[in-house]
């Protein structure tokens, strides 16, 4: 089998096909929205944070698995919609950085010879197109539409833009750290938010891929795309879709070296550095396999510039207890 990088399902950075723009949306006024979902309210506690695991990446980060500390906090059971997002906007008249930028990444196999052949592609990656016309509401770019995607999660925004939405909507992005003990939901160590087995009696539980990457999917568990932030059965804490479908931004910045300690005490609340280049992301995406780029593993992440925007990112918000 040919080689696939193993940044593949992962989103391509804005400036690896144009120069960066300086351009920061506004932070609108605070909402008062909450997810269709709902919040679960999670009591916090120590547990065991990252993962040494056989298909963590080189140069990821995962490890070493160390005690972690979190306080009380809540945090939303599905991903915001794109009809959510939508009152957001129609609430705002927010304009998203894709928007602005006047363009976003989207994968090729979803898009018409025309426009795939007349899109720029990052230099390792042909697989990722970008795609003038390409946000939010055009995910696949001029054409496109939300039609039968309401309540999908909405893609196309940056990690401004979904900080933007969570303070509008009176929360914020959770950590890195809060993320992850929100995902696992009181699994200890498991590699999976379900467990150690990736489709247990044969069941599909998450939107990844299927089949030869990039050429063929064969939709095996019932999305080739995105799927409703809420298709598939929720972990231990009642969160839905924390394994595929889209990744997640989390409010650190990106760093490989943690203060955690094997055998040490506790850190309480890590947040990342203070400044950075990119930020985190967490959960992989309905681009993701096993057989190139696991990162749907519960200790999996990635990141990218906070800028940045692609088909297959999304967010959800937290909030403080």
């Known amino acids: 089998m040919e080689s696939v990088p193993s940044s593949s399902c992962c989103p391509p950075a804005r400036g690896s096909v144009t120069p960066l723009d300086p351009v920061r949306p506004p932070v609108p006024a605070r909402g008062a929205a909450a997810p269709s979902g709902g919040f679960v309210a999670l009591p916090g506690g120590v547990f065991a944070m990252g993962s040494e695991d ?12 160390a005690p972690v500390r979190v306080r009380p906090f809540a945090i939303a059971t599905c991903a915001v919609s794109n009809d959510e997002f939508a009152v957001f906007v129609e609430d705002t008249g927010y304009v998203t950085e894709a928007e602005r930028f006047g363009w976003s990444f989207v994968f090729a196999g979803f898009l018409p010879g025309t426009l795939r052949g007349a899109s720029p592609r ?4 042909p697989w990722w197109c970008g795609v003038q016309g390409a946000w939010w509401r055009s995910p696949e770019g001029p054409g496109s539409d939300l039609d039968g995607r309401g309540d999908h999660p909405v893609v196309h925004v940056s990690w401004h833009d979904a ?21 696992r939901g009181g ?6 938010a379900w467990g150690d087995e990736l489709t247990p009696g044969g069941e599909h539980r998450c939107n990844i891929w299927q089949g030869r990457f990039p050429t063929r999917n064969t939709a095996e568990d019932g999305y080739a795309g995105t799927a409703p932030v809420d298709a598939f059965p929720p972990n231990g804490y009642g969160l839905h879709n924390v394994a595929g479908n889209v990744w997640e931004w989390c409010a650190d910045w990106w760093a490989t070296e ?18 950075g280049t990119a930020k985190l992301m967490r959960g992989g995406s309905y681009l993701c396999h096993d057989s190139y780029c696991n990162r749907y593993r519960v200790a999996a992440r990635t990141s990218n510039s906070p800028d940045s925007s692609s088909g297959n990112q999304g967010f959800r918000i937290a909030r403080d207890a």
């Open 54 to 65: 056989r298909d963590a990446v080189a140069g990821d980060g995962e490890g070493p698995v």
């Open 122 to 125: 990052p230099e390792g990656t």
């Open 163 to 183: 900080d933007a939405y969570a303070r509008w909507a009176g929360g914020r992005l959770p950590t890195e750290a809060e993320w992850e003990y929100a995902a």
């Open 187 to 192: 699994l200890s160590g498991a590699r999976f």
């Open 258 to 275: 943690h203060a955690r300690t094997p055998g040490g005490e506790p850190v309480t609340d890590p947040r990342g550095p203070d400044r």
